[in-house]
């Protein structure tokens, strides 16, 4: 746990730099170029198939009764929207997690190494190809969870506890790879995954939790006022490149010093490349 909050310290300190700043700019940039175009294409399309998807099977009267009995009966019009942003968010978010790992984490690790750690070897056993599978894989995998568990949305807090780990895990998973990609060999990578699953699943699991805060906020102002959303999915953009910076940096320092001190355990043991 001391590691974690040190780790969440040196990034918190490194993220309000001007360059860290800056960079958040460019998933912001990536995103919004193709969000901009899907969104204009296909977000009335996508409304169109969930309304015709709730009448087809009659959901309507069901996630009426449901609202009703929750005392939400006046928001019984805005479920097919809701349903169709929250099928949007997880792909609008991973987007931005694919594109950090592509374009921020390579310049954040230099930012870190040189900075903090400029006498630890690098014996690059991660790869630019490397990253975008590990992306693309988990990326595909968290989709299928988040849609198979989209009816906990129902129960609200369970819903949130289980996203969040989910989360946790897919972001743990890319994140890790990225941060010890010019650093550690295979064989480091995955023994230091083993030891340290419990810090690098936490700092997932928070990052998550506080990533899906631009997406509330998103949700909730764009079922008020239709008229906003454009603005508020690039406000949310935005606020998903600066935490997901924080992210990058969290991990980075955390898995750098878990690195430190592997080889300082074992001086004399060659990590082969693998």
């Not at 960079?23 to 294409?41: E, H, R, Y």
């Not at 097919?80 to 690790?109: E, W």
């Not at 992306?135 to 969870?145: K, R």
Request: glycine share 10%; aromatic share 12%; proline share 4%.
């Amino acid at each position: 746990m001391r590691a974690v909050l040190n780790a969440y310290g040196r990034a918190l300190r490194a993220q309000f730099g001007r360059k860290m700043l800056l960079m958040s700019v460019v998933p912001l940039l990536m995103s919004v170029v193709l969000w901009g175009a899907l969104l204009f294409f296909f977000m009335q399309p996508l409304i169109d198939a969930v309304q015709t998807l709730f009448l087809d099977h009659g959901w309507f009267q069901a996630s009426g009764g449901v609202m009703r009995s929750l005392g939400l009966g006046m928001l019984t019009s805005l479920v097919v929207p809701f349903v169709a942003m929250l099928l949007l968010l997880p792909l609008m978010i991973c987007t931005s997690l694919l594109f950090m790992g592509v374009a921020a984490m390579p310049a954040i690790g230099r930012h870190v190494g040189l900075r903090a750690y400029p006498d630890l070897e690098k014996k690059h056993g991660g790869s630019l190809a490397g990253s975008v599978v590990v992306n693309l894989v988990g990326v595909l995998v968290f989709c299928v969870l988040w849609l198979l568990t989209l009816p906990l949305y129902f129960v609200a807090p369970l819903a949130l506890l289980v996203h969040a780990l989910l989360w946790g895990a897919l972001t743990s998973r890319v994140m890790t790879y990225d941060a010890l990609a010019d650093y550690a060999t295979r064989h480091e990578r995955e023994l230091l995954r083993q030891r340290h699953w419990r810090g690098l699943l936490l700092i997932g699991t928070v990052s998550g939790a506080a990533g899906a805060l631009p997406g509330i906020a998103w949700i909730g102002g764009a079922l008020l006022s239709v008229v906003l959303f454009p603005l508020l999915a690039l406000l949310s953009l935005w606020l998903y490149g600066v935490i997901f910076i924080f992210t990058g940096l969290w991990f980075q320092y955390y898995c750098l010093h878990a690195l430190t001190l592997l080889r300082a355990e074992n001086p004399d043991v060659v990590f082969l490349r693998k």
